[in-house]
């Protein structure tokens, strides 16, 4: 199992289905895979680079997918990738994500995207185009804020 780190849970309907998915569209890989031996699901963890991610079922009432929620979401996973943000735009597009901010260049150095799945998770998706100093994003930001942390 996965060591000491941070790894969140994304929950959906159609679990197996959402791992062709996340598959086809960012390029996941399937690290492990539960299942019944009715073929039922059980869990599982998909693998970006070093990172790793639980997929899961609807379970009981505090665990549901957006679908069933008519869209609610309480939170945006994001992706850090090393490969061209326009290309990965346009394989999730293909996939059949829902792009609701195209690719484009951020104040922070990031050329970035987010979309929506196929059950209404949100999704970020960063490529670092550009190593920026706190005083350049300041100044990109025009004034009116404070920048704590920048390294």
């Not at 996965?2 to 062709?20: C, E, H, M, T």
């Not at 031996?37 to 009432?61: P, T, Y």
């Not at 994500?97 to 987010?114: C, K, L, N």
């Not at 100093?133 to 390294?151: D, F, P, T, Y």
């Amino acid at each position: 199992m996965a060591g000491k780190g941070f790894q969140p849970s994304v929950i959906y309907q159609d679990p197996k289905a959402a791992i062709l998915w996340l598959e086809a569209a960012f390029g996941f890989e399937l690290a492990l895979l539960i299942e019944g031996e009715d073929g039922s699901f059980v869990h599982c963890q998909m693998r970006f680079g070093e990172a790793l991610i639980s997929i899961g079922q609807e379970w009981d009432e505090a665990f549901k997918s957006p679908l069933t929620l008519g869209g609610k979401n309480t939170q945006l996973t994001s992706i850090s990738i090393d490969e061209d943000a326009d290309a990965h735009c346009a394989r999730a597009r293909a996939a059949g994500a829902i792009i609701v901010m195209e690719p484009e260049t951020q104040f922070y150095g990031d050329r970035s995207y987010r979309c929506v799945d196929p059950e209404g998770h949100h999704w970020s998706i960063g490529q670092s185009v550009e190593d920026v100093s706190r005083e350049q994003a300041l100044e990109r930001l025009g004034g009116g804020v404070k920048i704590e942390g920048w390294v």
